[in-house]
């Protein structure tokens, strides 16, 4: 789920959605349309719905409402902090912070942005594919990574995170 600013037509990445996520909750919640985009990268089913349904099935239905909260709250958590890193971060930490993210504990591999070209994951941490490649070339050169065609590899997770720490500092 995606913006872009029309004078400039910069992109902005909001979300990356994954199976079973919900998109524009935010409509849902106050009614008001605004422009965003959708991008599938993956083959998708999609479940649609008239909003006017949606809202009239939640009224009759209030007990999912307790699935519901708890849902459209974390998002607004996810925006909260992408607000807060794109004000107060720089663009090497956001994108160490982006990595870190998505590791998989289980096999410290990248999910979810493993595949995804440098464009795209400029447009997620609000910079451009050409500041994203000069910093994911910076973390092959000191060995935290390894990069090929649209593919990002963990190769030290603890030395992207002693980058992380450094980058703070």
């Not at 990268?41 to 008239?50: E, F, S």
């Not at 958590?77 to 912070?97: A, K, Q």
């Amino acid at each position: 789920m995606y913006q872009i600013e029309q004078q400039s037509r910069k992109e902005i990445t909001l979300f990356l959605l994954t199976s079973s996520d919900v998109f524009d909750m935010f409509c849902l919640l106050d009614g008001y349309k605004h422009p965003v985009y959708y991008e599938c990268l993956d083959n998708v089913r999609v479940l649609a719905a008239p909003m006017t349904d949606l809202k009239e099935w939640l009224n009759k239905n209030p007990q999912h409402y307790k699935n519901l909260f708890p849902y459209v709250g974390k998002l607004m958590r996810l925006m909260e902090n992408y607000v807060s890193d794109i004000t107060f971060r720089n663009i090497p930490t956001r994108l160490i912070n982006l990595l870190i993210r998505n590791v998989r504990e289980d096999s410290k591999d990248l999910d979810l942005i493993n595949d995804l070209p440098n464009k795209e994951i400029a447009n997620l941490i609000g910079s451009t594919r050409a500041v994203v490649n000069r910093h994911l070339q910076d973390l092959k050169k000191n060995g935290a990574i390894e990069v090929s065609r649209n593919r990002v590899e963990i190769k030290d997770h603890e030395l992207l995170l002693r980058s992380l720490k450094i980058q703070r500092n």
